[in-house]
């Protein structure tokens, strides 16, 4: 019988911790929720000192003498913060954070969401394009795996001396 406690008091802290946002508590408490995402695309002049969160795959890192620049296409967020694996987005935008951030490690193809401060647009290209950024400065940014995500089924064939594929 204390076993059998035991096991439900695990699974319930166990579903508890995975349903957790991975942004924290304080930086989503800064969060502007009026600010809807697609109007930081076209007009995020009139949202400017406004925190909002968002996130996507990385497409660019740019490192200069004291902060870095990622280019971020944006994708939308599930109920955890996670960006979701779709086709769908309303755009591009810039991360600018304070400080070194390895492009190794933060690197194209890879997921992030992050809080920020709208500060402004920078038109920068898309190939031959131009194209206006919003930019967002950091307060909080988090490398996140899809694979961390879980409810979501995951599929490995294999026969036991090989990777899976």
């Known amino acids: ?5 035991v096991f439900f008091i695990l699974s319930f802290l166990i579903t508890l911790l995975s349903c957790a946002h991975v942004i924290s508590d304080e930086s989503l408490r800064t969060i502007d929720r009026n600010v809807k995402v697609e109007n930081i695309f076209t007009e995020a002049e009139n949202y400017k000192g ?5 996130g996507g795959m990385i497409i ?3 490192n200069e ?7 971020v296409l944006e994708k939308p967020l599930d109920f955890r913060g996670y960006p979701e694996d779709t086709d769908i987005s309303r755009g591009r935008f810039l991360v600018y954070y304070e400080g070194f951030l390895d492009s190794a490690v933060y690197s194209r193809g890879k997921y992030i969401t992050v809080v920020g401060e709208i500060i402004g647009t920078t038109v920068g290209k898309i190939e031959k394009a131009e194209y206006k950024y919003p930019v967002i400065k950091s307060r909080e940014l988090k490398l996140v795996r899809l694979s961390e995500r879980g409810g979501q089924p995951t599929f490995h064939f294999g026969i036991g001396i090989f990777k899976g594929f």
Request: proline share 0%; net charge positive.
């Open 1 to 5: 019988m204390r076993l059998i406690k």
């Open 50 to 54: 406004r925190n909002v969160l968002l």
């Open 60 to 62: 660019n890192v740019t």
């Open 65 to 71: 003498e004291r902060a870095t620049y990622i280019e």
